[in-house]
């Protein structure tokens, strides 16, 4: 899920990780991907892509830099 928030005064989106359940098997797998997300966009810098600005562990959350132009399927 991706949820628009204010951060320093500025529009920022807010993608959170839901697992299927709070299962440990379950919570491992969705842990990974986004330890592997979160890596990827902090490694990579580029015009075109959105920047990362912070994360939280609880829950699982990626805030990201705010695009006004909607996403690539609008």
Known sequence: HVFSGIYKGKRVAIKVVSSRSNL??????????????????????????VAPLGFSLQPLALMLEWMDAGDLCR
């Open 24 to 49: 440990k098997s379950d919570l491992e797998p969705a842990f990974a991907d986004f330890r592997r997300e979160v890596w990827m966009m902090c490694s990579v810098r580029h015009k075109y892509l």
